[in-house]
């Protein structure tokens, strides 16, 4: 088995919430077992800068306690925070939600369309896409991750999706983890003609190849 | 069980060569199975810009033939030869490993560097990458995509990679899945500080994050 630490930045008191991403990766990759935990104080998880600093030094902790029982570590966040840090501490590779959405949409289409809360994109995925972000937009209503996991935050993602379409996106970049989280894109996917990558799977996807296979290569 | 088709450009007689990149895929995504096939006349595989040429008819048949049987199809060159036309064409996702391996990179570090064969990286990888490239080297004497199979292939796949270290770059994208092949990169990544992408599983990380999971999402 490959195990991933998935870090979370949202405070969740069940530990099965705590697990979701985690979960989801697992479904996506059956070989992949997780380790999930969160930061604390963070209800709300990181809806702006003021809480991306805030939440910082809780992220750098969490990561290095995680890092000792895990093959690699997952900041399952589309704002990266932290990654680069971790990565410079620790022994085990560290990957983003942000960075990896990028990517994977990038491998996938030309003109990609982002997708997340009131405040935009965060830099990580702004400074990946360069000029392939073709159209931002955000989920109307969606002042915190919270929002998507609502019946009215999943009909808002569709409009957006929507949006992202008629403007000539070929792909959707989601740029906020609670999407994921919002059970929404499997069923998106069935009703647009582009893909939606889903962040939390593209992360656990990117982790994947930096870990050697379970078994060792045949020669 | 996800169904991957994985297209070659190289013509190999030996059914085992032809699927030993979809054997690669297989070790890192157990959960993945591969049918791998070649395109006919191409012994050298496609070391240059008329061999591109005169291979896309070939790819673009064999693609349109192998789509009918996999959730998604790989073609396995990092040129991506034929992925845009045959991704407007088919219902399946098609991934390139160009793309794929510049994307992971991208997602794992600042300045990547390629390495190929003499005559250097593809478009679709230095398009994608950006401001990203930041180092370009070649394997020496790597004239087709066979010489990365011999031990001087390896050897001066090793000698590359270091100039890349020495150059300041923080990742590795391959730029020929004949590395991949070359059975070189588990070793060379055990003696180098920074990661090495092997282009043959970005592609099927890739590929996967295209494909349902196996089983029905947990709700």
Redesign the interface.
């Known amino acids: 088995m490959v195990e991933l630490g998935v870090l979370r930045v949202l405070t969740l008191d069940d530990p099965e919430e705590v697990a979701l991403h985690g ?2 990766v697992e ?5 992949v077992s997780t380790l999930s935990r969160c930061i604390p104080d963070h209800p709300d998880g990181i809806p702006n800068a003021a809480a991306e600093a805030d939440a910082l030094p809780h992220i750098e902790a969490l990561g290095r306690e995680m890092a000792t029982e895990v093959d690699a570590l997952c900041v399952s966040c589309a704002l990266d925070p932290g990654v680069e840090a971790l990565g410079d501490a620790l022994d085990v ?1 560290v ?2 939600a942000g ?2 959405v ?3 949409a ?3 289409g030309d003109r990609v369309g982002t997708l997340g809360l009131e405040n935009g994109a965060g830099s990580s995925i702004r400074h ?1 896409l ?2 392939r972000l073709a159209a931002e937009e955000v989920v109307e209503g969606a002042a915190t991750t919270n929002y998507f996991t609502t019946d009215e935050g999943r009909a808002a993602i569709r409009a957006a999706v929507d949006r992202l379409v008629d403007a000539g996106c070929d792909v959707v970049a989601p740029s906020c983890t609670g999407i994921s989280s919002s ?1 929404a894109i ?1 069923d998106v996917r069935a009703d647009v003609p582009i ?1 939606i ?2 962040p939390v ?2 992360m656990g ?2 982790a ?3 870990v ?4 060792p ?3």
Chains 1, 2 share one sequence.
């Not at 050697?212 to 078994?215: D, F, H, K, L, S």
């Open positions: 979960r989801l479904r996506h990759y059956p070989h590779p990957v983003g960075a990896s990028a990517a994977v990038s491998a996938r990946l360069g000029d059970g499997p893909p990558v889903d799977v593209a996807a990117v994947t190849t930096a050697a296979p379970p078994r290569l045949r020669q």
